[in-house]
């Protein structure tokens, strides 16, 4: 069965938008676990907009599954992941202005930066993960460059309107998944997904864990965060 991710950076947003201790995304994942999740997820932006660097840091010492780093493949980010050591760690694209990563990153434009960065994480012991277009050149470069995983950004299927533009949409993803596969890559997914549309990416099989941020702390909003996990798990094992 495929594993549930849980991205708790929308917990630290609501933090940052009073200045002030809560809703403390560390009790967050707390929760997230016990409630069922595989992983937790954050991301550690340039601009530091939600997740700080001490929440990263505590969440070091308090999750007791995986923990997942999202980050621009930069020296400083390169850094601190060294310094933390999360489990994995998944390179994003990552541009100030945006309000959400948007779409995935140009593996063969930067493919010697990339290999570098790969390079220095796994020599910190640090499994990592290439977020990406499901684009069969994409997947192929993402194996050039050494990366132990890539996570394909499920964005443009969660946006297509009308069954046929899914279908096609659902088509790359699964054979990107194939081809990642074949390759000897591992293959995580994420962006967009919801209580709606991630079972139709579920029952494609070949994707080790799904990661879901937006989606689940919306409902945790209206029904609590352990029930909006438990229910998101529930999905993805019944797809």
């Known amino acids: 069965m495929a594993r549930l991710g849980v991205n708790i950076d929308h917990v630290a947003t609501l933090r940052q938008a009073r200045g002030g201790m809560e809703p403390d995304p560390v009790a967050a994942a707390v929760i997230a676990e016990l409630a069922g999740a595989d992983g937790i997820t954050v991301h550690l932006r340039e601009d530091r907009r939600h997740i700080q660097d001490r929440d990263l840091k505590i969440l070091r010492h308090t999750v007791k599954t995986r923990l997942n780093l999202e980050m621009a493949a930069t020296a400083e980010m390169v850094a601190i992941a060294s310094s933390q050591k999360p489990e994995m760690c998944t390179l994003v694209p990552e541009k100030r202005q945006e309000l959400t990563t948007e779409g995935g990153l140009d593996v063969r434009i930067h493919q010697d930066a990339l290999t570098d960065t790969v390079d220095k994480l ?26 132990d995983y890539i996570e394909i950004h499920t964005g443009t299927f969660t946006e297509a309107r009308g069954f046929r533009k899914q279908e096609a949409e659902l088509l790359k993803i699964g054979n990107a998944v194939k081809l990642a596969s074949k390759l000897g890559l591992g293959v995580n997914a994420g962006h967009g997904l919801n209580y709606t549309n991630i079972k139709m990416v579920a029952s494609l099989g070949g994707i080790e864990e799904f990661n879901v941020g937006h989606a689940i702390i919306s409902r945790a909003v209206l029904v609590g965060l352990d029930r909006a996990v438990r229910e998101m798990v529930d999905l993805i094992k019944y797809a």
Request: charged residues 25%.
């Open 122 to 147: 796994q020599e910190a012991g640090i499994y990592v993960s290439l977020f990406i277009d499901p684009d069969p050149d994409q997947v192929k470069a993402a194996s050039k460059v050494g990366a």
